[in-house]
């Protein structure tokens, strides 16, 4: 297992679209088959005969099954900071909390797949980077840059919302998905507010 994996998959050109029907097919051929056993057993064969693509195309564009399921969340991550763009809020929010639990409670045969096949934590940290850099990147549309270095504040509230999701799905039935995005955005307004802070 890579321990990049966001720079292990070859992004296609916009133009190519039989590359990316490719692509797309391999990443709901993946998805498909966490809902039918542990990421462990499914071999990379099995994931080209459900796509219906071609063993060279397969590694054109990923190393392994690990690539394709890294590839399948930083398209899920990727699509949800488009909804936000799509559907700006007041106030604004960073990140797309609601959107990424109910997703997530959605998922819990994938999940127990993954975790089973100790998936998880790199799934996670995955999901870090990835809103670390979205949440860093809509920062100046929040209302207000924080006092300390910009990439730190984004950095530790991505990993308040990885927790936060942790706890969330640990705790079924506590509170709502939009609950946990109120709650998150009401730390994130206190963090990008909060005084005292120097940059070094």
Known sequence: MSNKPRSAVQQPGDDDARVERSLRALRVAIAELLTERAF???TVQQIIDRAGVARA???????NKDDVLYSSYERMFQGMEAHLDRAPSRPPRLAPMAELLTHL???????????????LEPIW??????????IERRMNRF?????????????????????????????????????????????????????GVVRS
């Open 40 to 42: 462990s057993d499914i």
């Open 57 to 63: 195309t397969f590694y054109a564009h990923f190393r």
């Open 105 to 119: 409670g959605e998922s819990g045969t994938v999940f127990a797949s993954l975790k089973a096949s100790d998936r």
């Open 125 to 134: 940290s995955l999901g870090t980077d990835f809103l670390a850099d979205m």
């Open 143 to 195: 209302g207000g840059m924080p006092v300390m270095d910009p990439r730190l504040a984004a950095r530790m509230l991505a990993g308040a919302c990885i927790e936060m999701t942790k706890w969330w799905l640990e705790h079924p039935g506590q509170l709502t998905a939009q609950e946990m995005d109120a709650n998150f955005h009401t730390m994130a307004r206190r963090v990008c507010s909060a005084p």
